[in-house]
């Protein structure tokens, strides 16, 4: 099993549409989370960090569920521009700091 | 310069070569790190740099070699390509490990 598992897509989704990213983490012990969104070939860059109790940022909404070690995004009201990939990143620390970036889930938006 | 540099932007390069690729950072971030990326496997780390001074390794090292001799610096060596080594290349940094991470607009690196 990888260590974070995204769902690779391609999610097709209409402008206006909900739509919804889970990422899971295999490390119990995993201790920050962060959304990054990458467009083609670009760099990433980071979207929004994921918070224990939840956070929102306009139109993103990012949560984290320990027990099910899983961490979500929620885009409302899609944009064409919010067509990327989006991935998933995990911190553990176990003696120092051990980043995971999921392998990504790709983003279509279409008129 | 504003944020984090690479260079080159894409490179082609003939197997057996040695190649460095640079890295800039002028946000006096701790933290440096190297990623390849390769279709369907993500991000995965080389190398990465906690502190000016110290390099660590990180998943996939052999064959490259880096140094962070300043804190802002932090080159990443292939001493001798190999075509499995065709990939996209990141440079990031991070005010500390384990916090948010800023990219570098990455060198797309053909090793023929």
């Known amino acids: 099993r990888k260590e974070v598992e995204q769902d690779p897509g391609p999610f097709n989704v209409p402008e206006g549409a909900t739509v919804a990213f889970n990422c899971t983490y295999s490390?119990?012990?995993?201790?920050?989370f962060f959304w990054y969104r990458q467009d083609c070939r670009k760099e990433p860059k980071l979207l929004m960090s994921?918070?224990?109790s939840g956070n929102e940022d306009g139109r993103f909404t990012a949560q984290l569920n320990r027990a099910s070690q899983y961490i979500s995004l929620l885009i409302r009201d899609s944009k064409l521009s919010d067509s990327a990939t989006y991935l998933c990143?995990?911190?553990?620390?176990?003696?120092?700091?051990?980043?995971?970036f999921g392998a990504g889930t790709r983003l279509f938006v279409k008129a | 310069i504003a944020g984090i540099t690479q260079a080159p932007t894409s490179q082609i390069l003939a197997a057996g070569r040695r190649m460095t690729l640079r890295c800039t950072q002028d946000?006096?971030?701790?933290?440096m790190y190297w990623y390849r990326q390769d279709l369907g496997l993500g991000l995965r780390l080389i190398h990465y740099s906690n502190t000016a001074g110290t390099t660590g390794k990180g998943e996939v090292p052999d064959g490259y070699s880096v140094s962070r001799a300043n804190t802002d610096d932090f080159p990443l060596t292939l001493a001798s390509a190999v075509p499995s080594q065709t990939s996209v290349y990141f440079c990031?940094?991070?005010?500390?490990?384990?916090?948010?991470?800023?990219f570098g607009q990455g060198t797309r690196l053909t090793v023929v």
């Open positions: 946000m006096r971030h701790n933290a």
């Open positions: 994921v918070y224990s």
């Open positions: 490390n119990s012990a995993s201790q920050s």
């Open positions: 990031a940094s991070s005010a500390e490990e384990g916090t948010e991470a800023f």
């Open positions: 990143v995990v911190n553990t620390y176990t003696g120092g700091f051990k980043t995971i």
